[in-house]
């Protein structure tokens, strides 16, 4: 049954006139360009499409389709509709947008969804009216299913994998992104759905109530990156960009946050269960970092020592223990710190105390990297930062048995 006959009537009109619009433009020379996708199976024959890219060919008239006679009065009726508001909103922090925002989240959309049922632009009401009802259903319905879709590289799984908060890592569907984002080709990673450790992505999902807003999904992902960077030591990263949808329709694209998008160097990993279940607990301690400056100061800092070549490597792991454990006192006392906090027995405590002065003597990335990563791990496992330098500090005099975290063996290159 039709909620809205109004709406249904101005919507049709503006596809109409845009349909007559493309037609008049394809007789006279126009063509609607097409990708050629490769499709692969183990053991099977690899298969190739000729996908027509409607929606970027729509996109990219979206000025001159917004200036018909009929556009104006969709998107009237469109604002007088409260159920298109989360349509309405760009990615403002949550701030109401034009009504351009209307015509690239809902317009556009329920154009290209029509003249895909209808093989082109060949008029179909049928056609139209299983466009319009899905857009219906999705703007009347009690909630909505909010979903980001972000490539990533440099890990392998078993199965899908939840990492927590609506979170989960699993294997891309051949041509899954192609089918709602057909410009998706030019904007995945050299070798994606090809490669062994680039066959996945990271899915976020959230339900969302009547004026729901919409997850900052970039600042979600990049932690969930952050948190596997931890629990494995593996040149993890995601996007450039990660694709969104709201009840399963293209809802638009954004850019994943560059430390999260930027490849570290390294060995692929194989992400397994006793990983995945501490990248999920780290996930959820990263928020320590928002009450807690020096905490953040050495996320960041270790993060950013992936990417770069020593001598700069080094001085922002420097940075990076002095800030976590230092608690003042400078980085000789972090490194005494993390000794204590990652040796199980005097001879390892002093073997990694050692390893350390190396980094405060002069550039020794790489033989510390890992050192910094596992105490970053340390503290956030083991919660309040101050009430566990505390603890450490206790130990060092004797007062405590140390208390050990331990980490499951690293799985490098086990694809």
């Known amino acids: 049954m039709i909620r809205s006959p109004n709406l249904r009537e101005a919507l049709r009109a503006f596809c109409l006139g845009a349909f007559a619009a493309v037609t008049r433009e394809l007789d006279e020379g126009g063509d609607v360009p097409f990708s050629f996708e490769e499709h692969q199976s183990t053991g099977r024959p690899t298969l190739y499409e000729y996908r027509p890219l409607v929606k970027p060919f729509l996109d990219a008239r979206a000025g001159r389709l917004s200036t018909l006679a009929d556009a104006l009065p969709a998107l009237e009726e469109l604002e007088r509709e409260p159920a298109a508001a989360?349509?309405?909103?760009?990615?403002?922090?949550?701030?109401?947008?034009?009504?351009?925002?209307?015509?690239?989240?809902?317009?556009?959309?329920?154009?290209?969804?029509?003249?895909?049922?209808?093989?082109?632009?060949?008029?179909?009401?049928?056609?139209?009216?299983?466009?319009?009802?899905?857009?219906?259903?999705?703007?009347?319905?009690?909630?909505?299913?909010?979903?980001?879709?972000?490539?990533?590289?440099?890990?392998?799984?078993?199965?899908?994998?939840?990492?927590?908060?609506?979170?989960?890592?699993?294997?891309?569907?051949?041509?899954?992104?192609?089918?709602?984002?057909?410009?998706s080709g030019g904007l995945l990673p050299p070798g994606?759905?090809?490669?062994?450790?680039?066959?996945?992505?990271?899915?976020?999902?959230?339900?969302?109530?009547?004026?729901?807003?919409?997850?900052?999904?970039?600042g979600e992902l990049a932690d969930v990156v952050t948190a596997l960077r931890l629990a494995t030591a593996g040149p993890i990263a995601a996007g450039p960009v990660l694709f969104e949808r709201?009840?399963?329709?293209?809802?638009?694209?954004?850019?994943?946050?560059?430390?999260?998008?930027?490849?570290?160097?390294?060995?692929s990993i194989r992400l397994d269960a006793a990983r995945a279940e501490r990248a999920c607990r780290l996930r959820e301690r990263l928020t320590l970092a928002d009450d807690d400056r020096e905490l953040g100061e050495a996320l960041d800092r270790w993060e950013l020592s992936l990417f770069q070549p020593?001598?700069?490597?080094?001085?922002?792991l420097r940075a990076s223990l002095t800030s976590l454990l230092g608690g003042g006192e400078g980085l000789f006392a972090g490194s005494l710190r993390a000794a204590v906090a990652l040796g199980e027995t005097p001879r390892e405590r002093s073997a990694i105390l050692e390893r350390l002065r190396l980094l405060a003597a002069g550039d020794a990335a790489a033989v510390t990297g890992d050192l910094v990563r596992r105490a970053l791990v340390a503290v956030l496992e083991n919660g309040e930062r101050e009430t566990f330098l505390r603890s450490l500090d206790e130990t060092v005099l004797g007062l405590r048995a140390p208390a050990v975290v331990p980490e499951p063996a690293l799985a490098v290159g086990a694809l």
């Open 86 to 183: 989360i349509f309405a909103r760009a990615h403002s922090s949550g701030r109401p947008s034009s009504r351009e925002a209307l015509l690239k989240t809902v317009l556009l959309p329920l154009l290209a969804d029509t003249a895909e049922a209808c093989g082109g632009f060949d008029w179909d009401d049928e056609a139209f009216d299983r466009a319009y009802a899905g857009l219906e259903g999705s703007l009347f319905g009690a909630s909505r299913l909010y979903g980001a879709v972000a490539p990533v590289v440099g890990v392998s799984i078993g199965d899908s994998t939840e990492l927590g908060g609506g979170v989960r890592i699993r294997h891309v569907a051949s041509g899954e992104l192609a089918a709602l984002w057909p410009q």
């Open 192 to 218: 994606f759905e090809r490669e062994t450790d680039r066959r996945c992505v990271l899915e976020l999902e959230a339900e969302l109530g009547e004026g729901g807003e919409i997850p900052d999904a970039p």
């Open 246 to 267: 709201l009840d399963w329709r293209p809802y638009g694209i954004r850019p994943v946050l560059p430390i999260a998008a930027t490849q570290p160097p390294g060995e």
């Open 310 to 316: 020593d001598p700069f490597a080094s001085e922002q």
